[in-house]
C-alpha cells in the first residue's frame, strides 16, 4: 500500500482561487496565503490546473510555453516558493500537463505552419483535403468538426478540443523526446506529480478512419480512445519520469472502460498511478447527449460505482474518487438539493465518496457547499465549450430559455466562480473587478460556514482523518446492499477484522431501512440519528456511516 492512497487530494483552479494583487484573476501569491487553510483541512497532495503561458482560450488547457509560469498567475519564482510552502507543510505538488495538444500559439505551431517541409510541421497531425473536404467526419469536443483548413498550405490539421488546439503527432518520436525532456524539467523543480489532461487521447488510429454515428458517441472517439500505443507511451513516460522521481500521477481518461482503466492502473503495467474517469457524471445525460435537461435515477449511478469499485479492486485498479471538477456543474446543485438541504447535500456527497475505494478528490469550493451559478444570460459566460454548445443548441431550434436552462445545468462554468471566503465584496476573492462574476448573495463562504457548529469543512475533515487512519477503506472490499433501491445508496466495505457501512437518502423524504445488528455510528450528517431494533429512519439527505468491529 502507498501512502497516497490513505491521502484526499484537493484542486485548485488557480484563476478562481484567490488573487492577491487586484486584477481580478487568482494567482500563486493567493495560493501560498492559503496554504494555511488547507493545512487545516488535512489534504495531502494538492492538483493545480494548468498555470503554463497560454492564450487562456481554454483557461490554460491550451499551452504556448511549458516552460514559462504565465505572468498572469505569477513567476517561477513564486511557485518555487510555493512549492517549498506546500512541501513545508506537508502537503505534496500535482502539476496538471496537457500533453495531448499545444496552444496554436506554442512556438511548434507557429513552425508548423510555415511550410509542409518545417521541422515542425510533423509535430502536429496534418491531412490533404478529400475532395475539397475534411479528412474524416471527426467532431470536436467542443463542437463542429476537428479539423481546421489553413490556406497557406491547403492542408488541414487535426484539433480534437478548440480550434485554437493543435492536436499533437505522438507518432513522431521528437515529439516524444521534447515532452519527456519537458516533464524532466519539472520533475527537477521538485513537484510530486502529475495530472494528466485526456491523456488516453494521444494515440491515433494511423488511418483516421470516419467513425459511423451510430450512437453520439460514435463521433471519431472509436480511433482515438485508449488507441494503439497509448500504453506504450505511458510506460514509456513511466520509466523516464514517474517512476524515478515516485510521483503521484492521475490520468484523465473519459471514455475509458474498465478493462482499460485497470491497464492504465494497475501498478505492475508501471503507467499511472490512478484513472479519473467520467461514467458516473454522464448518468444524467439524456440520450447519451450532454446538452439537453437531464435527471438521473440512482439506480443507474449506484449501478455505474458499483461496477467501478467491484471491478478495479478485484484487478488492481485504483480509482480517482470525485463528483465534480472545474470541467463539471457542482455536484450539490446536480445530484442533491443546493436549496433547503444544502448543508446535508454537501456532507452526504462527501460521505459517499469518502467511504469508496480509491483517493478522493476535492475541488475547491466543495468544502463550503459551493452551489452552481446559475447565469441567466449567454453574455455571462466565458467558456467556449458553453457558449459554442449554446449557439448550437439554439442552431437546432432550441428556444433561449430553454438553453439557458441547460447551461445552468450542465455547463462547467457553474464550478469556476471566484471561491467564496468571506462576506465582503466579491466573497475576499478579489479587491479588483473578478474575471468571472460571483453569484450574487449567497451566504456560503469559508468565513460563514466555519461558524457554524457542525459545518461542512469539519466533516471533510472528519472524512479525511478516517481515511488516513481505517485501513479497511484503503483496502477492504465492496457490497453494493440493494442494487433495486432508488432512493438510498448502502454500501458495505469489509475486510477480516470488520465493516463499515454507508447509507445516503438522495431523496428529500424520510425512508426506513433494515440494518444488521452489531453497527454504531461513526459519522452522520444530522446531529442525532435513531437506531431501533435494527430500523434506521433516515431523514431527507440523511447520510450515516456506521462501523461493526
Ligand atoms: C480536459 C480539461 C479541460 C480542457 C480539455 C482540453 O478535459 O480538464 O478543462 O478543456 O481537457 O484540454
Ligand atoms: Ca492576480
Known sequence: ???WQKETVYQIYPRSFQDSNGDGIGDINGIISRLDYLQKLGIGLIWLTPMYVSPGNDNGYDIADYYQIDPVFGTMAEFENLLNQAHERGIKIIMDMVVNHTSDQNRWFQEALKSKDNPYHDYYIWRDPVDGHEPNNWVSKFSGSAWKYVPELDQYYLHLYDVTQPDLNWRNEKVRAEIFKMLKFWANKGIDGFRLDVINNISKDKNLPNDTFKTPLDDGRNFYTNGPHVHEYLHEMYEEVFGPNNFVT????????????????????????????????KVDYTGGKKWTLGHYKLTD???????????????????????????QPRAISRFTDDGKYRDQ????????????????????????????????????YNDHESINAYHALIKSGVSKDEAIKILQQKSRENSRLPMQWDSSKNYGFTTGQPWLKPIHHDDYSVETVLKKKSNVFNFYRALIFMRKNKQVLTDGAY???????????????????????????????????????????ILGNYDNIELNNGTVTLRPYESIMLENK
Open 250 to 281: 492521475v490520468g484523465e481518461l473519459s471514455s475509458t472502460p474498465i478493462s482499460e482503466a485497470v491497464k492504465y492502473t494497475n501498478p505492475k503495467r508501471q503507467e499511472l498511478s490512478m484513472a479519473f474517469t467520467f461514467h458516473h457524471v
Open 1 to 3: 500500500m502507498k501512502e
Open 345 to 380: 447535500s454537501a456532507k452526504l456527497l462527501a460521505m459517499v465518496e469518502f467511504g469508496l475505494q480509491g483517493t478522493p478528490y476535492i475541488y475547491q469550493g466543495d468544502e463550503i457547499a459551493m452551489k452552481n451559478a446559475y447565469f441567466t444570460d449567454i453574455s455571462q
Open 479 to 521: 457490497k453494493l446492499l440493494d442494487s433495486h433501491d432508488n432512493s438510498v445508496y448502502s454500501y458495505e466495505r469489509f475486510d477480516d477484522k470488520g465493516k463499515i457501512l454507508v447509507m445516503a437518502n438522495f431523496t428529500g423524504e424520510t425512508q426506513e431501512r433494515k440494518v444488521a445488528d452489531g453497527f454504531n455510528l
Open 301 to 327: 449511478l449506484t449501478r455505474i460505482l458499483s461496477e467501478w469499485q467491484v471491478k478495479m479492486g478485484a484487478q488492481g485498479g485504483w480509482n480517482a474518487l470525485f463528483w465534480d471538477n472545474h470541467d
